[in-house]
């Protein structure tokens, strides 16, 4: 069953849950209207040169374009591994601060993020967002509280651990212990097992009302080993003799693919008007993977450039500066107090957060961060 789903590309799209429909039980009077709806998007494993923008073999049309219509980071930086980086997206401080510093969360450590530090979602919760998951955790789910749908998110829908197949979910840490990891929620998404990863991301959108603001968090999986793409993505790259980096370049097409399915939505259902898009890697690629970070020296798992500086951009109506390139200095920490603050939801005490709010950084070149000021943050 296993070969006959690979080879019959499928594109089954998810509807993602039903609870979408059971949007935030407040009075829409006192919701902030004007506060822009937010998707970030969050890649597994993607290499620095793995992007069309940056000169690579592979097809990205639609994060080219996106990139190209919004605001380039090309001093961007992560950690090297992906539990770290996630943390830090999801909290604002660095990992050494919640623990998540050793290394990242396997499936059979009793360890998540600590349940007393504010997360993004929970805060933009509170300022009346609709808050939403679809991808992968592995932020730890050794108990209850420490399932996305503890931490904020009204709705989750992927995997708890680093990684599994793309096609039937199965995950493992070590041959004796494997299981099935696709959740809708707090259960086993057992239904859906044979549809590829990638692709679960489409009608996500259709039953929200654009006047209330979301939070669209889409943590792809993708370009994570096991390296699998379906056919139709495969054949795209038929005269790439290398096996590793085929499959891989036809990953990076399936994330494009993806990426360009929901800002659809966004446009047709009128979301994109008040929308902040966020695209980032959770770390370096890993050329023994298929990746590549050309210019850059190293990889995943390494504290070289080409294992903590990423890919990634901003797209939105709402930038006072498009089509430009940022050079200034941003860390993937500085995502929770800049999408906070984008929000009008309130930081807490900001001297516990390792992140600045760069967003006067990235949509209009000045002031630049406190951290860079010695050098030109935007160029065209």
């Known amino acids: 069953m296993k070969g006959v789903c690979r080879s019959a590309a499928p594109l089954f799209t998810v509807a993602m849950l039903s609870r979408l429909s059971c949007l935030l039980l407040v009075d829409t009077k006192a919701l902030n209207v004007s506060a822009p709806h937010i998707v970030f998007f969050m890649v597994d494993d993607q290499g620095f040169r793995d992007v069309g923008y940056h000169g690579s073999d592979i097809h990205t049309p639609v994060l080219d374009h996106l990139a190209s219509e919004g605001v380039k980071l090309e001093n961007y930086y992560v950690q090297p ?35 007393d530090v504010p997360t993004l979602p929970e805060k933009l919760r509170q300022a009346g967002y609709s808050t939403h998951m679809v991808g992968k955790w592995h932020l730890g789910f050794c108990r209850p509280e420490c399932l996305p749908t503890s931490r904020g998110f009204q709705t989750f829908l992927g995997s708890l651990t680093g990684s599994g197949d793309h096609f039937t979910f199965q995950s493992c840490d070590g041959a004796e212990a494997c299981g099935f990891d696709l959740h809708d929620g707090e259960r086993p998404a057992w239904e859906l ?48 003799d290398n096996r590793l980096r085929r499959h891989y370049a036809a990953m990076m097409s399936g994330v494009d693919e993806a990426v360009g399915r929901v800002v659809q939505e966004l446009r047709e259902r009128g979301f994109y008007r008040n929308s902040v898009i966020v695209y980032s890697s959770d770390n370096g690629g890993q050329p023994l993977s298929g990746g590549c970070n050309w210019p850059l020296r190293g990889g995943k798992g390494s504290y070289w450039e080409g294992g903590v500086r990423a890919v990634g951009f901003v797209h939105s109506p709402l930038l006072a500066g498009k089509g430009k390139v940022s ?37 209009q070149g000045l002031p630049c961060p406190p951290r860079a000021r010695s050098a030109p943050c935007i160029s065209q």
Not at 93 to 114: A, E, K, M, N
Not at 330 to 342: A, G, M, N, R, V
């Open 81 to 115: 591994i992906c539990s770290p980086s996630r943390s830090q997206l999801m909290t604002g401080r660095y990992q050494i601060h919640t623990g998540l510093q050793h290394s990242i969360i396997r499936s059979r450590q009793p360890l998540c993020l600590p349940p």
């Open 193 to 240: 097992s044979g549809n590829y990863s990638t692709l679960l991301v489409k009608q996500i959108l259709r039953t929200h009302n654009p006047n209330k603001p979301v939070f669209l968090y889409v943590a792809l999986q993708a370009v994570h080993t096991p390296l699998q793409a379906p056919a139709h993505l495969l054949q795209r790259y038929h005269s790439v």
């Open 327 to 363: 050079r200034a200095l941003i860390h993937i920490s500085d995502w929770y107090p800049t999408l906070l603050s984008l929000a009008g939801a309130p930081l807490g005490d900001s001297r516990l957060l390792d992140g600045h709010d760069v967003w006067e950084s990235i949509s």
